[in-house]
């Protein structure tokens, strides 16, 4: 049963922008805390932003901050992070992921963390072209 599903990846210009989506269903319904993480080629999952569902308080990572704005939609379980500005390092596989439903709450930074999180999407491609 896929929980998150991702969308809007693509390829893009340096500069340009971009907006991803993911949609939750099942337990993420009940999960207080969303976030995208990425992958580039040869290297780590790194984290990029998170938000709260109830406060829609947000944490990004330095190398977005400015750039990147993630939002959430409760009613459609939701939540897109919209990209502007990018640059060749953007290029990444870019996974959604939910924390434990109804886990307790943690400051906002935790979530930079990949097990803060117990559920994640199949991941979506963006390429940035120099």
């Known amino acids: 049963q896929i929980e998150l599903a991702e969308s809007g990846g693509g390829l893009v210009q340096a500069g340009g922008s971009l907006t991803l989506s993911c949609v939750g269903s099942g337990r993420t319904l009940k999960s207080n805390v969303m976030g995208w993480f990425r992958q580039a080629p040869g290297q780590e999952r790194e984290f990029v932003a998170t938000?709260?569902?109830?406060?829609?308080?947000?944490y990004y990572a330095d190398a977005v901050k400015a750039r990147f704005t993630i939002s959430i939609d409760n009613a459609r379980n939701e939540v897109a992070l919209q990209m502007s500005s990018l640059k060749p390092e953007d290029t990444a596989v870019y996974y959604c992921a939910a924390d434990r439903p109804l886990s307790s709450t943690y400051p906002i930074n935790y979530y930079t963390r990949q097990d803060a999180y117990d559920i994640w999407g199949q991941g979506t491609q963006v390429t940035v072209s120099a």
């Open positions: 938000i709260r569902r109830r406060s829609r308080t947000t």
